[in-house]
């Protein structure tokens, strides 16, 4: 059932401090709207509830990427296409210009922004895990002024995040130069364009004198929310992978995910095949020392 | 004034180049606004969700899925929809390929793939088969199997097909 459309407000402050105004006057009043993918499908099919939305398309502030010795900083309305075409991203961060190549197709990915994929919290999101596994920063910034936390420190529970109603995300930052050597994204899905993933996994590791000197593992559509496997993590520092040692990385991730059953993929299958992504990432470890 | 009169906003945009203005709600898609309110029916909607690529447009140049965009955020903007290809009543390179090499049989995913092609092929004159099918990933097709479009789409680069990309979609074809 299509929604009316003359039912919903949408406004176009025109600039940041302007939105930002806006929310702090009415807080909740108003749901901020970007790129649209995600709100513009729930107004097609009849089901967007928020009737107040706020454009955030189109501010200069938001959208743009920015690197200093230190930090690369993405501004939270940078688009997927935006952050594929960035040279820092691709030659630093590939992780993340995989997964922006991933999100959706090209007419998407000129839409979707970083930030709505973020606040949009889905625990399938392409993102994500990338974010966490470079120990991303996430900024937040409202009228009273701007905060930032670990990306890690962002998502709550299920579609629950941090984020207070007169908040915005203003962008996220990626400390360079601390790129470990062995980096693994596998996204498996129905088919590769457009589908939203069964299940994901994103890890970086290093390895010194045969064992695990370094590892970040982080999953999508394994819990309510992304997130890093710490237990896994832990199962495999300062490890030689050996085969029991492969066994046992793989009982610690079956424990510590909660997949569901839904309309994309079942709990089991989603277990095993995450299960066999983070084999799949070991090996490469394994092959990355000499 | 009514409160459904208070809602609209004013639009003025350039339509295939040229100047349009509307009165609308702001959250109504861009998809209807062009079907509806300008009464180009050329733009198709399939899924409504922004997976299918039929409502493909170019806004600004961008590839876009109309039905995800409220007209509000194309306020101001240039759009350009399949008929905004043809020029002084010839049809553009992109359609001619897509006629010649039998690229389209129902019609209705067309108008998408031609604007998804000519969106490819602006940014990059010469893809390769794999960037052809990115390009054109976020458009379906429930007739053709494909192979015409990207032949289309591949002979309508500017540059003559070399004589090993020829043999891939041949082999492919095969």
């Given at each position: 059932?299509?929604?009316?459309?003359?039912?919903?407000?949408?406004?176009?402050?025109?600039?940041?401090?302007?939105?930002?105004?806006?929310?702090?006057?009415?807080?909740?009043?108003?749901?901020?709207?970007?790129?649209?993918?995600?709100?513009?499908?729930?107004?097609?099919?009849?089901?967007?509830?928020?009737?107040?939305?706020?454009?955030?398309?189109?501010?200069?502030?938001?959208?743009?990427?920015?690197?200093?010795?230190?930090?690369?900083?993405?501004?939270?309305?940078?688009?997927?296409?935006?952050?594929?075409?960035?040279?820092?991203?691709?030659?630093?961060?590939?992780?993340?210009?995989?997964?922006?190549?991933?999100?959706?197709?090209?007419?998407?990915?000129?839409?979707?922004?970083?930030?709505?994929?973020?606040?949009?919290?889905?625990?399938?999101?392409?993102?994500?895990?990338?974010?966490?596994?470079?120990?991303?920063?996430?900024?937040?910034?409202?009228?009273?002024?701007?905060r930032r936390m670990p990306y890690s420190e962002f998502h709550l529970g299920y579609k629950r995040t941090v984020m207070q109603p007169q908040e915005?995300?203003?962008?996220?930052?990626?400390?360079?130069?601390?790129?470990?050597?062995?980096?693994?994204?596998?996204?498996?899905?129905?088919?590769?364009?457009?589908?939203?993933?069964?299940?994901?996994?994103?890890?970086?590791?290093?390895?010194?004198?045969?064992?695990?000197?370094?590892?970040?593992?982080?999953?999508?559509?394994?819990?309510?929310?992304?997130?890093?496997?710490?237990?896994?993590?832990?199962?495999?520092?300062?490890?030689?992978?050996?085969?029991?040692?492969?066994?046992?990385?793989?009982?610690?991730?079956?424990?510590?995910?909660?997949?569901?059953?839904?309309?994309?993929?079942?709990?089991?299958?989603?277990?095993?095949?995450?299960?066999?992504?983070?084999?799949?990432?070991?090996?490469?470890?394994?092959?990355?020392?000499? | 004034?009514?409160?459904?009169?208070?809602?609209?906003?004013?639009?003025?945009?350039?339509?295939?180049?040229?100047?349009?203005?509307?009165?609308?709600?702001?959250?109504?898609?861009?998809?209807?606004?062009?079907?509806?309110?300008?009464?180009?029916?050329?733009?198709?909607?399939?899924?409504?969700?922004?997976?299918?690529?039929?409502?493909?447009?170019?806004?600004?140049?961008?590839?876009?899925?109309?039905?995800?965009?409220?007209?509000?955020?194309?306020?101001?903007?240039?759009?350009?929809?399949?008929?905004?290809?043809?020029?002084?009543?010839?049809?553009?390179?992109?359609?001619?390929?897509?006629?010649?090499?039998?690229?389209?049989?129902?019609?209705?995913?067309?108008?998408?793939?031609?604007?998804?092609?000519?969106?490819?092929?602006?940014?990059?004159?010469?893809?390769?088969?794999?960037?052809?099918?990115?390009?054109?990933?976020?458009?379906?097709?429930?007739?053709?199997?494909?192979?015409?479009?990207?032949?289309?789409?591949?002979?309508?680069?500017?540059?003559?097909?070399?004589?090993?990309?020829?043999?891939?979609?041949?082999?492919?074809?095969?």
């Amino acid at each position: 059932m299509r929604s009316n459309v003359s039912q919903y407000e949408l406004v176009a402050p025109g600039s940041l401090g302007a939105v930002l105004a806006l929310l702090a006057a009415e807080p909740g009043a108003w749901t901020p709207m970007a790129g649209g993918t995600e709100l513009m499908v729930a107004l097609g099919a009849g089901r967007l509830e928020q009737r107040k939305l706020v454009s955030l398309w189109g501010l200069d502030e938001l959208r743009l990427i920015t690197a200093n010795n230190d930090w690369l900083t993405i501004g939270a309305g940078s688009t997927f296409t935006d952050i594929r075409q960035n040279a820092v991203v691709a030659n630093e961060f590939p992780l993340l210009a995989r997964a922006a190549s991933w999100t959706g197709a090209i007419a998407n990915q000129n839409r979707g922004t970083l930030g709505g994929n973020i606040v949009n919290a889905s625990p399938a999101a392409d993102s994500p895990p990338v974010l966490l596994v470079y120990e991303a920063e996430i900024e937040l910034v409202s009228a009273q002024g701007s905060r930032r936390m670990p990306y890690s420190e962002f998502h709550l529970g299920y579609k629950r995040t941090v984020m207070q109603p007169q908040e915005l995300v203003k962008a996220v930052h990626l400390l360079r130069g601390h790129r470990l050597p062995v980096e693994y994204l596998r996204k498996v899905g129905t088919r590769n364009a457009l589908a939203i993933s069964k299940v994901a996994l994103a890890c970086v590791g290093a390895m010194q004198s045969g064992k695990v000197s370094a590892v970040r593992i982080a999953a999508a559509s394994l819990r309510e929310t992304p997130a890093r496997l710490s237990a896994t993590e832990a199962a495999l520092f300062g490890h030689a992978l050996t085969s029991g040692r492969i066994q046992a990385a793989r009982k610690a991730l079956l424990q510590e995910v909660k997949p569901i059953d839904d309309i994309r993929s079942t709990a089991s299958y989603r277990a095993h095949v995450a299960a066999n992504l983070l084999e799949d990432f070991l090996e490469q470890m394994a092959a990355s020392e000499g | 004034m009514s409160a459904a009169e208070m809602q609209l906003a004013e639009i003025r945009f350039k339509v295939n180049g040229a100047e349009r203005s509307v009165s609308v709600p702001p959250m109504k898609r861009l998809l209807d606004v062009l079907r509806e309110d300008l009464e180009l029916t050329g733009t198709k909607e399939g899924c409504g969700e922004g997976e299918c690529g039929s409502c493909s447009v170019l806004l600004d140049g961008v590839l876009v899925n109309s039905c995800l965009v409220p007209v509000l955020q194309a306020n101001g903007c240039e759009v350009l929809t399949v008929e905004g290809l043809a020029a002084n009543g010839a049809l553009a390179h992109i359609q001619q390929t897509f006629l010649e090499l039998g690229g389209t049989q129902c019609g209705i995913c067309t108008p998408g793939m031609m604007l998804a092609a000519e969106s490819l092929l602006r940014n990059n004159p010469r893809p390769g088969l794999d960037e052809i099918r990115e390009g054109l990933a976020g458009n379906l097709c429930r007739c053709t199997g494909y192979m015409r479009i990207i032949d289309a789409v591949r002979h309508a680069m500017q540059a003559p097909l070399l004589a090993e990309e020829q043999a891939e979609i041949d082999a492919v074809r095969r």
